[in-house]
Structures are given as C-alpha cells and as structure tokens.
C-alpha cells in the first residue's frame, strides 16, 4: 500500500466524513484537544516535578495518582488526532512537523511504559521527601522534555501548512 492509498483510505472513513460534515465539529475537536492537552500536561507536570525532586513535600504516590487524569487526557488527544487527520490526512501526514510530533508521543509513551514496567510500584511507595533514583529523575527529565516537544511540534504543524 502507497502513502497515497493510505492518506485516501483514512480521508474516506467515517470519521473523515464526519469531520468534514460540518464547520463547527473540527472546532469542537480543537477545545478537546485542547482540554486533552490540558489535563495531560497540568498532570505529568506535576508527577514529574515530584520525581525529579522539586516538590519534595508531595509523596511521590500521592503525585502517581494523578495518573489516570493524565491517561484520560492523552486518550482526548488521542480521539481528537486521529479526527483530525482523517479531516486531511494529506495536510497532516506530509507535515514534517506533524511527523516530528508523532516521533516524540511515541518516544514520550515508550518511555511512560518503561516508568510503569521498571520503577512504578517501587516509586509509590515512598514517603514525602525521599531521594529517588537517578534513573527515575531521568525519566522524568525525559518525559517533562519529550511532552513539551509535542506541544512545540504540535505548534510548528500550523508554520508547515
């Protein structure tokens, strides 16, 4: 299958159809975007600001049950994106800034799931104040600056239009 077949197969959807049916649904997509946006960032931010050590009265559990908000809002994002490219998967799936943006939710979830998988359960259970491991510190360094790329890149797609 070519580029052109899938930006076509993905324009003829349902939801590309529907996305297009009428002016104000793409405009709604970009408030739950937005509030998507909203609720994973205000989240991760605080998460990740407790695990690197800057919000050392929080525990860190009390932090990680921010979790599921973040979660709720990535799925926002998630259903919205692919809304909008269905909208105009041409526009979007050539936009180098577009591509960019996809790279680094990819890279920003595969390191959540190493987080999740390696240091979750140890991490929840530390009282307020305690010295996490470098490689938890890291991680979130790594998160805080991959999620702020996302918005960056989600940004820049409007300059590559």
């Known amino acids: 299958m070519h580029l052109a077949d899938l930006f076509t197969a993905a324009h003829d959807t349902w939801l590309g159809v529907f996305a297009r049916s009428n002016p104000y649904i793409y405009t709604i997509g970009l408030i739950v975007h937005f509030t998507g946006l909203a609720l994973l960032m205000g989240?991760?931010?605080l998460i990740d600001i407790t695990l690197l050590g800057f919000?050392?009265?929080?525990?860190?559990g009390a932090a990680l049950k921010l979790l599921p908000v973040a979660i709720l809002g990535f799925v926002l994002n998630l259903l919205t994106g692919v809304m909008f490219f269905c909208f105009d998967p041409e526009r979007f799936g050539l936009n180098?800034?577009?591509q960019v943006k996809m790279l680094l939710v990819l890279l920003a979830g595969l390191n959540a799931l190493w987080f999740?998988?390696?240091e979750h359960r140890e991490v929840a259970h530390?009282?307020?104040?305690?010295t996490l491991?470098?490689?938890v510190r890291i991680s979130a360094a790594i998160s805080l600056t991959l999620w702020f790329g996302v918005i960056v890149a989600g940004?820049?797609?409007v300059a590559f239009q």
């Open 43 to 45: 989240a991760i931010l």
């Open 155 to 157: 940004r820049m797609i």
């Open 96 to 98: 180098p800034a577009f």
């Open 126 to 130: 530390l009282p307020a104040g305690a």
């Open 116 to 118: 999740t998988l390696a």
């Open 133 to 135: 491991a470098l490689k």
């Open 55 to 60: 919000a050392r009265t929080i525990p860190p």
